[in-house]
């Protein structure tokens, strides 16, 4: 049996893929593997992917990184939420906040009674029973307390905002100090066994060979493994997500120091800004079928906070997904295995969630079958849900000043999507399938951010009188305020406890 297990693993590519995947291998292969990593400086990365969600913190407690290091060192900030303008309406601004909203009642959510109390007037707007946004409206910030029992100042959900390139810098330096073997070099191509159309081999175009058992393909779009070689297909989203580019620019940082990234609909897409410590990251997503690439530049740096300290850098894309992460002996992960539009910062978490898969599905040299295709359900159906979620801040809107937000309007949405905005609209009902990503609280948020407006609520709500729900809410905003009081703003947070090196 011992010689049936995989003994080399090669990771093409770097970039916060790659070096995320050599870093968790590192961690968890402390047996006879030997894991190179094959990369080229000349290749640029994306890199453009520097806001994250709460679920990065088990990536980072599972390899025993230090919180504050990592901070200083990618010049990191917190985030608690997204903040979406303009999306449901012009105008509009609200939050999609990490963490929960104000306490159930037994088995009824709390947004049920909530709903009640809105429809006569008496609860006030829904982003003041969650911690995480009313900290997030007042620019302040802490981690939550786990010592303070049933305090919503146990329950703060926080994430990042950080320098992608720093990050995998990061990552390199941890890698590289458990055994992992990086090799400078262009990939020419690769080869194949003949008799069953396994890779072998990646070459160099100095002609250097480098073996292994399994490959893990980060080479960003161009799939060089996955597609290059295998041929494995893709399944093309467009006519759900139809942006199909971004322009990417860093300006100068500006106070106050947002703890949330902002996501701000524009007339053919949506800009994102998130704030690091030493600069500003701001993007523009747009589909080139409704404004030019000059007229996007002109709408991203006429929108900037601050100085814009580069020229917007170009992005072409097309969302969807390979028919299969996992094809004979090549795992796709990061941007080779699909690409989602970062509006709701999923891009790291799906590089996270495949080496989390890949760690279950370990493989020995047999490359069994049954694994393989489980693996690929599981990343399909991961996929599915959090391309449903997109699609819904497209689709639930009531815009119509552009030809592009027409378009999202009335377009026809997959089945999946369209039961859950049927099932909310009836009684604001949300039900979590399986292991999917977003929580039940991100679909109320974002349905009712949207203006999805259900035709009623739980029936059981009327069980409670009015005056009890009246009480139990304003108790619940009141708590919520005073903890929000207590928090110090998120510029003196960063700068007491990881604020990055002073620049020479």
Known sequence: MDGEHIRSVVIVGGGTAGWMTAAALAK???????????????????GVGEATI?????????????????????????KLGIEFVNWGRQGDSYIHGFGPLGPDIGITRFHQYW??????????????YSINIAAARANKFMRARKDMGNSPMSEIAHAFHFDAGLYAAFLRRYAEARRVRRIEGKIAGATTRP??????????????????????????????????????GYEDWSHWLPCNRALAVPCASV??????????????????????????????????????????????????????????????????????????????IGLA???????????????????????????????????TDEFNRQADFEMERIRDFLI?????????????????????????????IELFE???????????????????????????????????????DPQKIADFLHSVEATMKRCVDAMPTHAEFVAQHCAMAPRP
Request: with cysteine.
């Open 54 to 78: 709460p679920l990065i913190n088990t990536y980072n407690t599972a390899l025993d990184i230090d919180e504050d290091e990592f901070m200083r060192e990618t010049h990191a900030t917190f």
């Open 115 to 128: 709903l009640k109390m809105h429809g006569a007037g008496v609860a006030a707007p829904l982003e003041n």
């Open 337 to 371: 295995s699909g690409f989602m539009e970062p509006l709701e910062s999923t891009s790291i978490h799906l590089i996270q969630s495949t080496i989390a898969r890949l760690t279950t599905f370990f493989p020995d040299r047999e490359f069994s079958a049954a694994d």
């Open 392 to 420: 819904l801040h497209y689709k639930a809107t009531q815009r119509n000043d552009s030809a592009f937000w027409d378009y999202c309007r009335t377009m026809t949405i997959p089945p999946t999507l369209q039961s859950k």
């Open 195 to 232: 008799v069953d159309g396994f890779v072998d081999a990646v070459v160099l175009e100095d002609g250097r060979r480098v073996e292994g058992d399994l490959f893990i393909d980060c080479s960003g779009f161009r799939g060089l493994l996955i597609e290059q070689t295998l041929h494995t």
């Open 426 to 464: 009836h009684h604001a009902r949300v039900f979590r399938e399986g292991a999917e990503m977003f929580s039940e609280v991100s679909w109320v948020e974002v349905m009712l951010g949207q203006h999805v407006q259900p035709r009623g609520y739980h029936p059981l709500v009327d069980a409670l």
């Open 255 to 332: 106070t106050p120091l947002t703890p949330y990234t902002r996501a701000t609909a524009r007339a053919a897409g949506w800009q994102w800004r998130i704030p690091l410590q030493h600069r500003t990251g701001n993007g523009h997503v747009y589909c080139s079928d409704f404004i030019s690439d000059q007229q996007a530049a002109d709408v991203l740096l006429a929108n900037l906070d601050g100085r814009a300290l580069a020229d917007p850098r170009p992005l072409r894309f097309v969302t969807g997904k390979r028919k299969k992460f996992w094809n004979k002996n090549v795992v796709a």
């Open 28 to 46: 968890v292969l402390t047996g006879p593997w030997d894991i190179t990593l094959v990369e080229s400086e000349e290749i640029g990365t994306v």
